[in-house]
């Protein structure tokens, strides 16, 4: 039988060293799967297998098609099984290098016939705004898993916070009351299990590694239109604003006011509606300055009834919560998250962007009329 694994993300190097020490210090017959992508300009990946007392083995692995990310996915499944056939192993703790996604390497090992019973983000409060904050690329700070790579340290630092139920908060001495509650804000519903020598909890990192972790209900979770999304909050100078319409934005006016929408807060994600793609969820995802639109789908509105069963049972569950007799699921729902945040005129900024209540009176078909301001973001 193969062993439970762990899963341990994170830019914060530190936190996730001292995570992944935390584990294998608490849970006997643990051992540490590392592949350091620092290697891949010499054409190889370096993996190291370790339990708590140090290095048990140590291998190299050729990139594939020039892909330092690609070599680890070929390499990991293979490693853990071997782990596996040695019988020795309690917990198989995978420590993904600075900028690899849980996600993607849950999958991996899911798919591998292993269990994933935890995915685990290891965060620095102090770090937590500055890498939002972050709009350089990975290869400008040295962290590119392939020479394709085009994701940014603060897009790819808002992936691993997110997707991870658990986060290891590392015990930070620059870290503030603002810090803390930025983090608590960004993900309100993850476990945060502090870690360090002194940290006391009533919940141990070791217990919720192996407490169980669902991959596909994750990955359908984080869909924009049933992604659970942070609420309304206010404390130590942080806020988050939830701004939920049903009428759609004039999509002139929304392109207009991007650059003030995406720069209003550290952080900011949800899903909203075109006047003139009615029929097309749109994504909105922000961080570090920069903002990501794509299209996410359709609503399911737009779809015949026969399509409904080849969508996921918690899509649809969260449509008929919201379901609107002329709308159906289309609504914008965008929640922004930051320090400073000025509440009122983001408000008024959003606002100012949907259909006046003449446009909105002219109907659908008028509606899809209007100027595409969105195909050249969207590569119609």
């Not at 996730?16 to 584990?23: I, K, P």
């Not at 990946?45 to 680890?72: F, M, Q």
């Not at 409904?308 to 569950?317: F, G, L």
């Amino acid at each position: 039988m193969s062993p439970p694994v762990a899963v341990v993300a994170g830019l914060h190097t530190t936190a996730r060293t001292a995570a992944v020490g935390r584990l294998l210090a608490d849970v006997p017959g643990s051992v540490a799967l590392h592949h350091d992508l620092a290697t891949a300009a010499a054409g190889t990946v370096v993996r190291t297998v370790r339990d708590r007392d140090g290095i048990l083995s140590t291998g190299e692995t050729p990139l594939v098609n020039d892909c330092a990310c690609c070599a680890l996915r070929e390499d990991l499944v293979p490693e853990l099984r071997r782990l596996a056939d040695a019988g020795t192993t309690r917990l198989a703790v995978v420590e993904l290098w600075d900028s690899v996604e849980p996600r993607a390497m849950a999958e991996v090992i899911a798919s591998g016939g292993l269990t994933v019973t935890s995915v685990i983000t290891a965060v620095d409060p102090a770090l937590v705004l500055p890498c939002l904050g972050n709009g350089d690329d990975l290869a400008e700070a040295g962290l590119a898993a392939a020479a394709t790579d085009q994701r940014t340290v603060a897009d790819t630092f808002a992936r691993q916070l997110e997707y991870a139920p658990v986060l290891a908060v590392a015990d930070s001495p620059e870290a503030d009351d603002e810090d803390r509650e930025l983090l608590a804000q960004l993900h309100p519903t993850a476990r945060r299990i502090p870690i360090g020598a002194d940290a006391r909890s009533p919940e141990s990192l070791a217990r919720a590694a192996l407490a169980g972790f669902d991959v596909e209900g994750a990955a359908a979770a984080q869909h924009p239109a049933c992604a659970l999304l942070p609420q309304e909050a206010d404390g130590h100078g942080v806020s988050t604003l939830v701004w939920s319409r049903r009428r759609p934005f004039h999509p002139e006016r929304l392109y207009a006011a991007l650059e003030d929408l995406t720069c209003a807060a550290a952080r900011s994600r949800g899903r909203f509606w075109l006047a003139d793609k009615p029929d097309t969820l749109l994504h909105w995802d922000a961080a570090g300055g920069a903002l990501c639109v794509e299209s996410a789908g359709p609503w399911l509105a737009a779809l015949p009834d026969a399509a409904w069963e080849t969508v996921p049972p918690v899509r649809r569950a969260a449509a008929a919560l919201d379901w609107h007799p002329e709308h159906g699921d289309r609504r914008t729902h965008l929640v922004f998250t930051s320090p400073a945040l000025d509440r009122d005129g983001l408000a008024r900024l959003l606002e100012s962007c949907l259909l006046t209540d003449a446009e909105y009176a002219a109907g659908r078909d008028s509606w899809r009329k209007l100027p595409p301001a969105f195909d050249t973001l969207l590569e119609v």
